[in-house]
């Protein structure tokens, strides 16, 4: 059976590339989930709920990001997602986030993605198309950071190369449905002080991130042929 994918994004302004490369390509579909993990698990659960028996091989969520400084990833940069962690649930003590050691709240929150294969075949693909590409950490925030300090601290909690706001939430839904889920940002932007930040950059990234994507998403329907 040929594999047949959903590619998700949060905004119409991620799509719009991808609508415009790929529209009416056989076995594959499109998704806006909406900003921020509610919105974000909220659709795509919907979707796969109503597609429950012809659920996709894998989902694929694609965006923008904001990189965390001294992690070597810079504005414009490809990342692919190793892990996944919904870093902002839990208890809030002096700016510092906790996941309660209560074993009641049974808190699912960190999501290992580079075991699935789709991940494998992301790697070996990417690589073949010579598309550069970091792989690493991302965190899934409710409120993207504003403040260098608040980086640095879910950069160094979690090892994560970025930060962004579906992803963890995606990845919680594709669990649940036994899908193969998938994950990779362009950078808008660096995580710092906004008072003194630099420009984010967000219409090249979507339009970069577009393009990468269309060459992954082909190779990987021209692999499964």
């Known amino acids: 059976m040929k594999d047949n994918y959903l590619l998700v994004a949060s905004t119409d302004k991620e799509l719009s590339f991808i ?5 009416g390509i056989p ?8 900003v921020g993990p509610v919105e974000a698990a909220y659709n795509l659960c919907r979707y796969l709920a109503e597609q429950h028996e012809n659920l996709p091989s894998g989902v694929i969520n694609f965006g923008i990001g904001g990189a965390y400084p001294g992690t070597g990833i810079d504005i414009l940069d490809f990342c692919l997602a190793t892990r996944e962690v919904i870093a902002d649930l839990g208890v809030c003590d002096s ?24 991940f494998k075949r992301a790697v070996h693909l990417l690589t073949e198309e010579k598309i550069p590409f970091r792989e690493g950490g991302f965190v899934t925030l409710n ?7 608040r980086g640095e601290f879910f950069r160094d909690k979690h090892q994560a190369l970025c ?25 808008s ?37």
């Open 189 to 225: 932007n660096m995580v710092e002080d906004r008072v003194s930040g630099r420009k984010w950059r967000i219409n090249e990234a979507c339009d970069l991130g577009g393009r990468y994507m269309c060459s992954l998403v082909l190779d990987l329907l021209k692999s499964s042929c």
């Open 143 to 149: 409120c993207a950071s504003g403040t260098a300090s």
């Open 163 to 187: 930060e962004n706001m579906e992803g963890a939430a995606l990845a919680r839904v594709c669990t649940g449905f036994v899908v193969d889920f998938l994950e990779l940002r362009t950078i």
């Open 95 to 118: 700016g510092v986030v906790n996941v309660p050691a209560d074993p009641i709240l049974d808190i699912k929150q960190d999501f290992r993605l580079n075991s699935q294969s789709i």
């Open 27 to 34: 076995r594959l579909a499109l998704l806006r989930c909406g």
């Open 19 to 23: 609508r415009r490369e790929l529209d």
